[in-house]
């Protein structure tokens, strides 16, 4: 049975060092109607990162938002994180915490299968498109891509890579469950505004 995933189910990504006032984006973000933030902040250091997470956090309280913690199991507990997203080579490295949404990053057939064994929730399937945001070390899967492992795994699939609102429904009728965004939110002038454009491409 698939996971429930925070609605709407477009999950923003941050990354600090794309905009000059995280909190300011991820709170515009929210006013424009986004309910999944997913703090990614890998290279932060403690006790910085379990500051920003508690920031994050009380954002997320005030609009009965769903907050995930990438890569940092201690982090997601100590704030009551809603969510924990690992990826694919931290699979094995302990087991699911009950009552957290469980998500893994995946990037290509085989990953997306050991991450349904390892039990996780959702899938956050990248790169769809080429992007600006990281360095492509893989090739864009396409929407040929997406479409063959979102039919192969019993689990929701999340789409990240490129995808900005024009391409959104196109990756939603290809079989993903729900959009990831980055960059388009991160770097947007009118965060809000990004995020109502994409809900609007993703609404039926």
């Not at 399937?125 to 479409?147: N, V, W």
Request: hydrophobic share 50%; charged share 20%.
């Amino acid at each position: 049975m698939k996971a429930t995933l925070p609605s709407p189910p477009l999950m923003v990504i941050t990354n600090r060092h794309m905009t000059a006032d995280l909190l300011a984006t991820v709170e515009d973000a929210l006013h424009g109607g986004a309910r999944w933030i997913l703090m990614r902040e890998k290279d932060m250091k403690q006790p910085a990162k379990l500051e920003l997470a508690r920031q994050l956090k009380a954002l997320t309280d005030r609009h009965s938002a769903h907050l995930g913690v990438n890569s940092d199991r201690t982090t997601a507990l100590s704030i009551g994180a809603a969510g924990l997203h690992l990826p694919a080579d931290q699979l094995d490295r302990g087991e699911r915490e009950p009552g957290l949404l469980m998500g893994a990053s995946v990037h290509d057939a085989k990953e997306a299968e050991a991450a349904v064994v390892a039990g996780v929730d959702y899938l956050l399937l990248a790169p769809i498109f080429a992007t600006e945001s990281k360095p492509m070390h893989r090739p864009p899967l396409g929407l040929d891509g997406l479409r063959a492992i979102a039919e192969a795994v019993p689990l929701p699939v999340i789409a990240l890579g490129g995808i900005n609102p024009e391409r959104a429904s196109a990756c939603l009728e290809a079989g993903a469950a729900g959009i990831a965004a980055m960059g388009a939110v991160m770097r947007a002038a009118d965060a809000g505004a990004v995020v109502r454009a994409f809900l609007k491409a993703m609404s039926p």
